[in-house]
């Protein structure tokens, strides 16, 4: 039963960190777009929508499985921004 | 003023290491049209420019290659994990490796050290832009031949991303250009300079 809940909550770390990759290059590519089309209504309205979901989902995953951004580490009684993997060591 | 997001622009998980293709990907990190050059390119240009728009468009793309060089560092820095004195023999890795272990270094797949000459930043729009274009291209032209050696899809996926970026890059410096050459003053026929125009030959 704890591995069967483990399993989900690794499954649902994956899915929030992938729903943040994404929301976050959807907004990257807008974002260079915007600059040279600053008017462009459809795209201001996609911004905001996706830059929305983005929000949740760090906030999200930062509440649960640590900071993406060192200003939201929570400092109680240690620095954790240093005890999860960084980014280039890979799944393996 | 830059912040580190603890994550990569797209994700890099290689199982598989391979030293020789990574002295090739290497190139993209600190070679002639490599990520490293297409930041600083960008990043040192934009003071000059008169045009916001412009402005925004190099600060925004010089960021984003700070995340690619770092995609791209990640992936040689995965393909050489562990590699025994062995397997660095057998892959002509040891000319690099005597020097900097399994670190990584700025150079080319030729061994060339990084340096500011790969790159101008020339204070004028045109010019520069122009230079933007190409080194967009020329860094889309370099990701093809890589695509060409790989046949990991650990691999393939993340340089197809890289490549597929320079061309919208190629796109929003051609947008920007654009830019530049409507606002020109209809007396500067040739473009000269529109951001620094005292007289010429006076």
């Given at each position: 039963m704890e591995g069967v809940v483990s399993r989900m909550n690794v499954n649902s770390r994956d899915k929030l960190f992938a729903c943040i990759t994404a929301t976050s290059f959807v907004l990257d590519d807008l974002r260079i777009y915007l600059d040279t089309h600053p008017t462009d209504q459809e795209a201001l309205d996609y911004w905001e929508k996706v830059n929305r979901v983005r929000k949740e989902a760090v906030e999200e995953y930062t509440k649960c499985?640590?900071?993406?951004?060192?200003?939201d580490v929570n400092v109680k009684?240690?620095?954790?921004?240093?005890d999860e993997p960084w980014p280039w060591e890979g799944r393996c | 003023m830059w912040s580190y997001e603890k994550r990569m622009q797209h994700p890099v998980n290689i199982t598989c290491r391979n030293p020789r293709l990574a002295q090739v990907i290497i190139s993209q990190f600190g070679?002639?049209?490599g990520e490293l050059a297409a930041s600083m390119r960008y990043l040192s240009q934009r003071?000059?420019?008169?045009n916001r728009k412009v402005a925004g468009v190099l600060t925004d793309i010089g960021t984003e290659e700070l995340a690619h060089m770092e995609m791209v560092s990640a992936i040689v820095h995965q393909l050489t994990k562990d590699i025994t004195p062995q397997e660095i023999m057998d892959s002509g890795f040891e000319k690099y490796y005597v020097d900097h272990t399994l670190a990584l270094w700025p150079q080319s797949a030729g061994g060339v050290p990084f340096t500011a000459t790969f790159f101008q930043s020339k204070g004028d729009p045109i010019t520069d832009l122009v230079e933007d274009m190409a080194a967009e291209q020329k860094a889309r032209t370099t990701y093809d031949n890589i695509l060409r050696l790989v046949h990991d899809q650990e691999v393939c996926d993340p340089i197809k991303f890289l490549r597929q970026r320079e061309i919208n890059h190629f796109q929003r410096f051609g947008e920007a250009l654009r830019i530049v050459q409507d606002e020109l003053?209809?007396?500067?026929f040739y473009a000269v300079n529109p951001d620094y125009l005292p007289d010429l030959c006076k």
């Open positions: 499985y640590g900071p993406i951004y060192s200003y009684n240690r620095w954790t921004w240093v | 070679g002639p049209d003071y000059s420019t008169k003053d209809s007396k500067n």
